[in-house]
């Protein structure tokens, strides 16, 4: 994609740009739409239940009943929010998330942006997402959504900051924020993968991780049992499903950063097995660490909001610290 | 003067929405009369902003500035905004004179700003580009800066302490 930026920028390149933008939209609702297909049925069966089952053949298509459902339903704003930031907050929770996107290296060929600094663009744009959970709870003008904003916020701000020191580590180790640089650096046998070395950095992240997603265990800002449904109470049809493609695509979008940073990307586990396309192995490690997320939501209660903090600032951060020390000690010493 | 020579690549778009964007943030931030508004407005500018660095393949403080600007200063502000009251918002009187002296000013501003850049010629030759200038960011601060980086790292953590100390101070409950 990289040579078009420098061409004249005609009504064909402007149309490449749009058509590989639609392209990735269409991908990532797909993925969505079965996320969270897959995710009711894993959950089911890990609680002895069936899961969905009765749209569609083995209910594939109940996501998509839910949709149009959700397309269909009445639009409604509360008669003492804040009107404009109220229809503008579910845009500018998507945007970014969409936006993220655009970085991340599927294989040596296959990547929109070759960005030198590949992950703090991550980070970057999420916080803006941070932003306009905040404004939604702040403009629905509901105790509950405000409450649930504030959370979300301040759980997203503070788990920000171990997320990024443990990927120090990575950086250190293949020396550039380059995703794709951090993947040709894992080449190799599956030890030379980031996640064995940086095994601490590693959990870490993904602690981390799943709490900005805001998932289980960490989805105190929608703890339905004590805060109705969080930051999004009073938000329904569209604009609501806006909220939930948003904590998708980042689902979507940590798991391919965990595969980028830490499982060795495109790399298959031993040199031998590289006649199957990198896209593939990607997908695969990808599905893995989808299917963890599920797996962690399925199993953990969620903790208590005065544990969520101390967790951050107590545990995690010092531990992200030791690490980026052990991981300069590693480098001095073995090399 | 006014020859102004481009031809529109995309990165001449690019910038062009930019800064168009950058400034109608910044002029929505001044009109708005909520201040949870203004606060959005200024993330919409800093946003632009970073967009700017991004064209002049400054990256790094690009993200750097949305990291920091965006995602922490301005939801530390809207936080600061939320927990106070603000019932005295509204409209103030108009003040027609003091406005169109403002006007008048402005435009004269414009027209300095707009005639020296114009009229600027820059002598010096542009240093060497390197591809990789985040990691030049890098070696120039531990080798060459080391030292005042330290400094500020110093006075940010005396900042950090001096704050926790005051806010000990007002927790007590005498």
């Not at chain 1, 794709?180 to 650096?185: K, M, Q, S, T």
Request: proline share 5%; glycine share 8%.
């Amino acid at each position: 994609m990289q040579h078009f930026w420098d061409q004249p920028l005609s009504w064909g390149t402007a149309g490449i740009f749009a058509a590989a933008a639609i392209g990735v939209l269409a991908f990532v609702i797909f993925f969505v739409t079965y996320a969270i297909y897959f995710e009711r049925k894993f959950i089911g069966w890990m609680q002895y239940r069936q899961g969905p089952n009765r749209t569609g053949p083995l209910g594939l298509l109940q996501s998509v009943a839910d949709v149009a459902k959700l397309l269909f339903k009445e639009d409604t704003i509360p008669k003492k929010a804040d009107r404009g930031l109220f229809i503008l907050a579910p845009v500018l929770a998507f945007v970014p998330s969409f936006a993220v996107l655009a970085f991340i290296p599927y294989s040596l060929n296959l990547q929109f942006a070759d960005l030198n600094v590949g992950f703090l663009y991550y980070i970057a744009l999420s916080g803006i997402t941070t932003i306009a959970i905040v404004v939604a709870g702040w403009a629905s003008n509901n105790k509950y959504s405000l409450l649930g904003g504030m959370r979300s916020a301040a759980q997203m701000i503070s788990y920000e900051v171990p997320l990024v020191m443990s990927v120090v580590g990575v950086v250190m180790m293949s020396g550039s924020l380059n995703l794709r640089d951090i993947v040709i650096a894992q080449e190799g046998y599956f030890w030379h993968w980031n996640f064995l070395p940086q095994i601490l950095g590693f959990g870490i992240f993904l602690i981390a991780a799943v709490s900005e997603l805001n998932r289980t265990p960490f989805d105190l800002p929608e703890a339905e049992s004590e805060l109705v449904a969080g930051y999004h109470v009073e938000y329904s049809g569209f604009r609501f499903a806006f909220f939930m493609l948003t904590e998708y695509i980042y689902v979507y979008a940590i798991a391919s950063l965990t595969t980028i940073l830490f499982l060795g990307g495109w790399n298959p586990p031993i040199p031998q097995l590289d006649f199957i396309p990198g896209v593939l192995w990607f997908f695969l490690k990808f599905a893995v660490i989808v299917f963890c997320l599920f797996w962690i939501r399925a199993t953990f209660p969620r903790l208590r909001v005065d544990q969520l903090m101390g967790l951050a600032w107590k545990v995690l951060l010092p531990l992200a610290i030791l690490n980026i020390f052990l991981t300069a000690l590693g480098i001095e010493l073995i090399g | 003067m006014l020859n102004f020579n481009i031809d529109f690549t995309g990165e001449f778009v690019a910038f062009f929405v930019l800064a168009v964007c950058a400034i109608v943030g910044a002029v929505m931030a001044i009109n708005f009369t909520k201040v949870v508004h203004t606060a959005l407005s200024i993330a919409f500018t800093f946003i632009a902003l970073a967009g700017l660095y991004v064209l002049l393949e400054a990256e790094f403080i690009a993200f750097v500035q949305v990291l920091l600007y965006v995602g922490a200063i301005t939801i530390l502000m809207i936080f600061g905004i939320m927990m106070t009251k603000h019932d005295g918002e509204g409209l103030e009187p108009p003040r027609p004179l003091l406005e169109t002296l403002a006007a008048i000013g402005c435009l004269c501003l414009f027209g300095i700003l707009f005639y020296g850049i114009r009229n600027a010629n820059f002598p010096a030759e542009a240093a060497p580009f390197k591809e990789d200038n985040t990691r030049e960011i890098g070696m120039q601060l531990f080798t060459q800066y080391a030292i005042p980086f330290e400094l500020v790292s110093v006075l940010l953590t005396v900042a950090f302490i001096g704050a926790i100390a005051l806010a000990k101070r007002e927790e007590d409950p005498q």
